[in-house]
């Protein structure tokens, strides 16, 4: 199996952490593979050296297993140093008492002699050998990242990072383009150059990938027309007004469209393609997004082993909304509901059906459900919901309120009502959420634990 070029296209003043993220994920990866089968197929090597002092004779004889190679040298004149080297498909270690071995599928010898006044211990391991060393090759994955003028590139945190050229890639096969994000605002200029390269690239990949704000350059290359992406859920709203061919949806971690089949979270895209177009949300949904690939390429065990290398989730729970206060922003930015919105904010309890929002607003009920929905997008009824979850989330990460008092002054009435609305919602339970979330002042007791697994237990028998 040869290794997936993984490019990423950067731009000036790329979100450093938009590209590192997924960086790490595929080395994570690229180290359980090259683990997993030990150097396998001729793909890698192990080293070893060790040094010590003190009195006596060196010696030194190795062993090496895989396809046949070991040395072991012991020199004298008051110190004793051994080398070991085991290549092939095995593993090699060396010892400066002299020993080196390895374990593979074949054997080899090598011994020699020294005399001094000298001995010393060390251990080194070529059991897992670094990917991408200049002693090895890559195993799953190969990454470049890659900007228009190449060199040293200026990125958002002020940490420069050093870059090839796009142009240098022409030649090259590329299994999988991510274009990581930018910092953007209303009135900021794409790069043209590398919109117009990865314009032209795309149709070489064999799927397209944008981190964060990244799906701005997607879009400007025509690659998200008739597809549904998400971006960061703060430039959401951005990213439909400027890119109106694109079916923007803030919510999701990630989308995978697949062009003519249904996407990641079952969603039916509109327009036939032939690549497969992935984005994701902001910073470390990158992470999620990078995953997901791994899972896709090498299997979910592979994936698993690399998400616990980061000591992330697999798969986070919940989309982004958990994460934001959306609905907050929205109804900041300026509108004819927005003082319903505030109102319904401080009445949750009450009751907040459409002739009683309608009454507020002054409007008949028929009247006021066909304007909210022009202005704001969505129902009354989903906005209710969202405000009561999102005020919900916010009790149970910064305070020990018991579920009953939140789902009471949240408006949902029962803890039953709660937990339904979570789990369809975001796909945890409550008291999941508060203990991944909660602030360190508001931090649960041990004894809150037992609490957890039982509502825990409650969504597995369900």
């Known amino acids: 199996m040869s290794a997936r070029h993984i490019v990423f296209a950067v731009a000036p003043d790329l979100v450093l952490l938009d590209a590192c993220g ?160 930018v910092p953007i605002d209303e009135h900021c200029t794409l790069q043209p150059e590398l919109v117009a390269w990865i314009r032209r690239n795309a149709p070489r990949a064999r799927r397209i990938c944008s981190v964060c704000t990244g799906a701005f350059y997607l879009a400007a290359a025509g690659l998200l027309d008739g597809r549904r992406a998400t971006t960061h859920w703060r430039e959401a709203a951005h990213l439909a007004r400027r890119f109106p061919n694109v079916h923007v949806d803030a919510d ?33 949904a990158g992470i999620d997004l990078a995953l997901a690939l791994i899972d896709e390429d090498l299997g979910h065990a592979v994936a698993m082993q690399a998400a616990r290398r980061l000591v992330v989730f697999m798969k986070r729970p919940g989309g982004q909304s958990q994460f934001s206060a959306a609905l907050a922003a929205q109804a900041s930015a300026g509108g004819p509901f927005d003082a319903l919105h505030s109102w319904m904010a401080a009445h949750l309890r009450d009751d907040l059906t459409v002739e009683r929002l309608a009454e507020r607003a ?3 009920p028929r009247t006021f459900a066909r304007r909210y929905v022009d202005e704001v997008g969505r129902t009354p009824a989903k906005t209710v919901s969202a405000l009561r979850l999102e005020a919900a989330s916010r ?12 789902a009471l002054d949240c408006g949902f009435g029962s803890e039953q009502n709660l937990r339904r609305a979570f789990v369809r919602r975001f796909g945890v339970l409550p008291l999941d959420y508060r203990e991944r979330f909660m602030s360190a002042a508001a931090a649960p007791s041990s004894a809150a634990s037992g609490a957890i697994a039982a509502d825990s237990a409650r969504l597995e028998t369900r």
């Open 22 to 181: 997924p960086l790490e994920a595929f080395w994570r990866a690229e180290l359980t593979m090259a683990v997993g089968r030990g150097d396998g197929e001729g793909g890698g090597a192990g080293a070893g050296f060790g040094t010590g002092s003190g009195s006596g004779n060196g010696n030194g004889n190795g062993n090496g297993n895989g396809n046949g190679n070991g040395n072991g040298n012991g020199n004298g004149n008051g110190s004793g140093n051994g080398n070991g080297i085991g290549n092939g498909n095995g593993n090699g270690s060396a010892n400066t008492n002299g020993n080196t071995s390895g374990n593979g599928n074949g054997n080899g010898n090598g011994n020699g002699n020294g005399n001094g006044n000298g001995s010393g211990s060390g251990n080194t391991s070529g059991a897992s050998p670094v990917p991408h060393s200049p002693h090895s090759r890559p195993v799953a994955y190969r990454t470049t990242v890659a900007s228009i003028d190449g060199g040293v590139l200026q990125t958002f945190p002020g940490l420069p990072v050093v870059t090839e050229r796009l142009d240098s890639l022409d030649a090259e096969p590329i299994d999988t383009l991510i274009v990581p994000g």
């Open 252 to 284: 999701p971690i990630f989308i995978r469209d697949a062009g003519s089949g249904a996407g990641s979270d079952g969603h039916t895209s509109t327009t036939p393609r032939e690549s497969v177009v992935w984005t994701s949300a902001g910073v470390t």
């Open 362 to 364: 002054r409007m008949t």
């Open 395 to 406: 009790a149970l990460a910064e305070s020990r309120r018991p579920l009953k008092r939140i």
